[in-house]
């Protein structure tokens, strides 16, 4: 997970920014606030209106590779990406 601010540009601020301001960055996940990710591509997010967490990947276009709470994403990631044992 990432800080809320920070020098490097690997904080919460620098990275909802850097990928607002690409014109890849899908209009649809304007709402969504990114706060880390899982060190191979897929960043964590939260959108507050849905009260609800978002795993998502550039290359998925608008649409969150998986979504449910944060817990449930952490656990998904966790188990390799993989649903239930």
Do not use: C, H, T
């Amino acid at each position: 997970m990432l800080p809320q601010s920070g020098k490097d540009g690997r904080d919460i601020e620098s990275v909802n920014a850097w990928l607002r301001a690409e014109d890849w960055y899908p209009a649809g996940l304007q709402d969504v606030v990114w706060f880390g990710d899982d060190g191979v591509g897929n960043f964590f997010g939260w959108r507050p209106k849905l009260a609800i967490a978002v795993l998502w990947n550039p290359e998925d276009g608008d649409e969150p590779f998986r979504v449910g709470s944060v817990s449930d994403l952490w656990n998904f990631v966790a188990a390799g990406y993989k649903i239930g044992p």
